[in-house]
């Protein structure tokens, strides 16, 4: 009796700590749905952190923005926050813009140059996804 009362509480314990732990949503890198490019992760990278110009990067605000720049950009959000403090404030750029899913997807979809970053569940026919993570 006493082991099945112990297995009983490790097994409520087990659950309450996975379900403490917060999913991560999937996000989508989008553009504009006629734009024949094929990018990957290093060339997104490139174009987030300032180094290729080609593009303007916009993100939707929330956890998937910094999902993005935890897994593709390999920072920590203040640390993106940091690295573009610093970039601006030696005149070499300003940082991606961070609005809402919403806004992400319309100018997006309105602007062939833009590259943008919004959790996959708001994606719609409007753009062309690159790829999910």
């Known amino acids: 009796m006493k082991i099945i009362n ?16 917060p999913a991560q949503a999937e ?8 734009n024949s490019a094929a990018m ?3 060339e997104v990278s490139q174009i987030f952190l300032g180094k290729d ?29 940091a690295y573009w403090a610093k970039l601006a404030f030696t005149g070499g750029g300003r940082p991606p813009e961070t609005i809402g899913a919403g806004d992400v997807i319309s100018k997006v979809s309105s602007d062939s140059n833009t590259i943008g970053v919004v959790d996959a569940s708001a ?10 993570m």
């Not at 996000?27 to 006629?34: F, K, P, R, T």
């Not at 994606?123 to 999910?132: A, H, N, P, S």
């Open 6 to 21: 112990t297995i009983k509480k490790h097994t409520f314990v087990l659950t309450t700590l996975m379900l403490a732990v």
């Open 53 to 81: 110009k080609s593009m303007k990067p916009i993100m939707a605000s929330g956890s998937a923005s910094d999902e993005f720049i935890e897994k593709v950009l390999s920072r920590s959000p203040s640390q993106f926050k």
């Open 40 to 42: 990957g992760q290093e």
């Open 27 to 34: 996000i989508a890198v989008i553009v504009n749905s006629g």
């Open 123 to 132: 994606v719609t026919g409007d753009v062309k996804v690159l790829f999910k």
